[in-house]
């Protein structure tokens, strides 16, 4: 006999019906920096959506399943309410929204589409010119629709695929279209990581992995202290849409019925300005984002008291930490990745560290990433995936297990396989923990120098040199060593005033500052330092290529 | 290929384990009134949920799947330490835990003993006597485990059982057992209703549905206002365990990492005692508890500024509501059932709502139930299940769809079916809601005088005729009518001083003056009052019964 109850399945669908149910007059904003603001109420966006669900289905997207991803759909733009609208439409019709990170490089693009074997894709208009010129190389590609801000008509014509107009097709759909009732499991969007190393690797998560970390992330993670985040918070989407899911707030911010801000392209002035003009009081970015904040002359006379602001990707600088409190900013950091949709933890404190000197908790928020959000299993483990004792020192590999991780590397089962290697999800990234279970990031794994068995962060190594007033750019890496193994070697680029001038032995008599001062062991000096006259080597993102350095001197302590 | 993706289950063992992980040196405080108090760090708590799953695991209980419910294992305790440590230690192996109602009459509790099957007993050594009456009526107890707060060995004997002592089993047990890793659909907890008429029906859980239902109480329930919940707070367990799951807090509090308190035995004077003593800032309960906490000479000079009060079972009367408010005390409702493991939302406001004046706020606590909690739809419906207006006058019936229903009423799948008719669960609950979707109960549907159509609540009707100072009590039940169909009946029973005095018209022309004031119109006056000179019928939980009532009355207008 079939269960007469109703077999409730944790499906992306649910977070915006009920958010329009629940809070049906809260505002959404579309505020690019080019055309007048765009006000939705949650119902409207809810209506909006069921609009574009009803076109894709309409398609004939083919509906994905626990063991089959449904028809993929690439979408390309900038923080705008339509990839919002986006991110329910096409996972609710049991397709899977690939969001095409636009930061990489044509090639780069091109290959996670072709990975993707996306069918339809969404455009910005802005990216009409980089995807026409893609096109002929994206054999799957059938249909595209463009995205614009004007209230016009488009006229656009590309070869060989169907081109469809956003709001017309807005307008035509079925503002009452119900959607199929997926299986929790069904895939719902691809998400390809940005490495420093090698292509990029597609993750991708069921309608499951993304309501459950949308229900955690409001369930002690940013509503704890210090942030103190409630739904009277007014969210700024800064993290990119077309990177680790915006950090899961196009999702978390309508279960709490948050105002949120849609600012469109990225143009910081404009940013800024809109942070005053919707009371903007949260929003997660990089410190250089913070720095554009406080010292904008916009917001000079703007009351920044409670402005909530989580640091991610890197950690932030005291100064520019003490500035923001001068101001009366709030901080956090978030801990996560691409592989863990993405969050797996923040800074968040305990309830008995309220009664903690202030100086002793600003420690924290300076130099740790946080803990596990609740059911986030994170360790700091050595080889063998024991855990390495927690007093702040011992380096390990963080591994962690969530409920809501990537299904694997898309098509890449060796890769899986290594990386999930004892159950849990190998990060990469090296760390300490301390007695209360904080972790704060050191370095990455493959970036680590293990020298005698004994474990060098480069990160720190190059923090170190790049306080030498002649050094432009730095990167360590491990160069083979018969004796220990790995040694680490620095390669250093002078500023222009250093040209000709600065030497090697100016950087070891650097470092040996810091050691006589007990900063950092003698043994950490590197066996060599190179000075180059040119730029270090780059990938797609800007960050520094170390795979091209070690290919070049990785032998070269051997060699001499 | 077997994915190596960990497939992370969503089963009760995850939040101890979490829990113990993240704050393991956070506090549970077990404080019966006549023992010592224990305190056990959620370290030490999961330590000893280690240790007795492992003891309940040599009794080679049978594990249950999505299909078979585990062994069940009947717990009859107070508000004890022992009975949380089994509220993860029993399903934790694949078990099933039956909390059984200790205020239900002996016969029921035999009844609910016997439906589960219960092959083991723990039990809190004041209910020996009892149970061991019932024992020859309960051919399925192989096994009872006696819980003591004498810290010496207890000489038990009962017959054709076999006899055990916690502590010393506990003492025995492997403190580094590890869990079967159990599918999240496997059954868990079985917990049986209280209900008003009839025999007490068995509601049961998956650990799936305990796991979603504690994330989502902390995700903008009881976090947000007007309570402002955080893990500062320290929550006193009030709600009795063996009651709709003591409404989730022993999962949902340990995900906050919140220290507890859990009180033993009802003991009122030692319960506000402790309130002091510990710091306790934040319970739930009746009205009751709340007049007593604000009116003890122990708390007479105790600053309960901020202590959050969630009124639970019925609404605040307005004098309490100012008392608690001149005090500080925050107040808020709790929306549930036993059907919905128990929560299905509370009164929370919305973030517009800030702005509201004082009154209007407080409009909301003293006259609305609250509104669904993330993710859960519920709905007041007509007969045809199409929603009634929203206009706070209109009654209709309440449904319900949530993540985390009961699976159906054990062994009874006809009224399954019929609860659960069109995919919702209907409640019986009769209810209007407003314009923001609020709720506010009005009466039990099966309680409402349906007259020539319209709706007559015989709560309403109650209320008025309790205020006529010679009423001691009063059920207002549905009769049937030639004409109108059904019509109202009201049997009172007088006070003391007003016996053999109070009269039929005496409560008509009461009622004429509430007509006259225009708050009831005049066709819901009874057509006849029955002045009884006993007391009402009561149920084995106190309630009225009003079936019994309804048997005896619901011929009398026809037999005119």
Same mark, same amino acid.
């Given at each position: 006999m079939v269960s007469p109850i109703y077999d409730y399945q944790l499906t992306i669908d649910k977070i915006i019906e009920w958010a329009a149910y629940a809070y049906p007059d809260q505002e959404i904003v579309y505020a690019p920096p080019k055309a007048p603001k765009v006000r939705l109420t949650y119902s409207k966006l809810h209506e909006r959506v069921r609009r574009m669900a009803s076109v894709l289905s309409q398609f004939k997207i083919k509906q994905g399943d626990k063991e089959n991803l449904g028809t993929r759909i690439g979408v390309m733009d900038w923080n705008t309410s339509r990839f919002l609208e986006l991110y329910y439409a096409i996972p609710m019709t049991g397709a899977v929204m690939h969001t095409v990170n636009v930061r990489l490089s044509p090639e780069e693009m091109a290959y996670t589409i072709n990975v993707a074997e996306d069918e339809i894709i969404f455009t910005n208009e802005d990216f009409l010119p980089l995807l026409s010129s893609l096109l002929p190389k994206l054999p799957?590609?059938?249909? !595209? =629709? !463009?995205?614009? +801000?004007?209230? %016009? +008509? =488009? +006229?656009?014509? /590309?070869?060989? !695929? %169907? !081109?469809? #107009?956003?709001?017309?097709?807005?307008? #035509? &759909? +079925? $503002?009452?279209?119900? $959607? $199929? %009732?997926?299986?929790?499991?069904? =895939?719902?969007? /691809?998400? *390809?990581?940005? &490495? @420093? @190393? &090698?292509? $990029?690797?597609?993750?991708? *998560?069921?309608h499951r992995d993304i309501v459950l970390h949308s229900i955690v992330v409001n369930a002690g993670v940013w509503n704890a202290p210090p942030l103190n985040l409630t739904h009277k918070d007014v969210w700024l989407q800064i993290p990119p849409l077309f990177h680790a899911h915006g950090w899961g707030s196009p999702y978390s911010s309508l279960l709490l019925g948050m105002k949120s801000v849609y600012p469109g392209r990225y143009d910081w002035n404009h940013i800024i300005r809109i942070i005053k003009e919707e009371g903007v009081t949260y929003t997660a970015g990089v410190p250089t984002m913070l720095y554009l904040i406080i010292n904008s002359p916009e917001l000079a006379n703007y009351d920044l008291r409670g402005f909530k602001f989580i640091v991610a990707g890197q950690a932030i600088p005291k100064g520019l930490y003490e500035e923001a409190k001068k101001k009366g900013i709030l901080i956090s950091q978030g801990m996560g990745m691409t592989e863990t949709a993405p969050l797996m933890g923040g800074l968040t404190f305990k309830p008995k560290m309220e009664n903690w000197p202030e100086e002793k908790k600003e420690e924290y928020i300076l130099y740790r990433a946080g803990r596990p959000a609740p059911l986030v299993f994170v360790r700091v483990v050595d080889p063998d995936m024991k855990d390495v004792p927690k007093d702040g020192k011992t380096m390990g590999e963080i591994i962690v297990r969530a409920p809501w991780m990537t299904r694997g590397y898309y098509k890449d089962p060796k890769k899986t396989e290594e990386t999930w290697r004892g159950g849990w999800l190998h990060t990469g990234d090296l760390a300490v923990w301390d007695e209360e279970g904080y972790i704060a990031y050191v370095d990455r794994v493959k970036d680590v120098i293990k020298s005698g068995g004994e474990w060098i962060p480069s990160t720190r190594l190059e923090d170190l040199i790049s306080t030498h007033p002649g050094v432009a750019e730095v990167a360590v890496i491990a160069a083979k060593h018969e004796k220990w193994i790995e040694r680490p070697v620095a390669i250093v680029t002078p500023k222009q005033e250093y040209k000709g001038k600065l030497t090697e032995n100016d950087i070891i008599q650097h470092l040996n500052k810091f050691v006589n001062q007990g900063v950092i062991p003698k043994w950490w000096i590197p066996d060599k330092v190179i000075i180059l006259e040119g730029e270090l080597p780059k990938t797609s993102t800007g960050k520094t290529d170390k795979k091209v350095l070690r290919d070049k001197y990785s032998n070269i302590l051997i060699q001499k």
């Open positions: 799957t590609v059938k249909k !595209v =629709i !463009v995205m614009s +801000d004007k209230n %016009e +008509d =488009i +006229d656009v014509k /590309l070869p060989n !695929v %169907e !081109v469809y #107009e956003y709001e017309k097709l807005s307008r #035509e &759909g +079925d $503002p009452n279209y119900t $959607p $199929p %009732e997926l299986d929790e499991n069904t =895939i719902a969007t /691809l998400v *390809f990581t940005s &490495g @420093t @190393t &090698g292509l $990029p690797k597609g993750t991708y *998560f069921r």
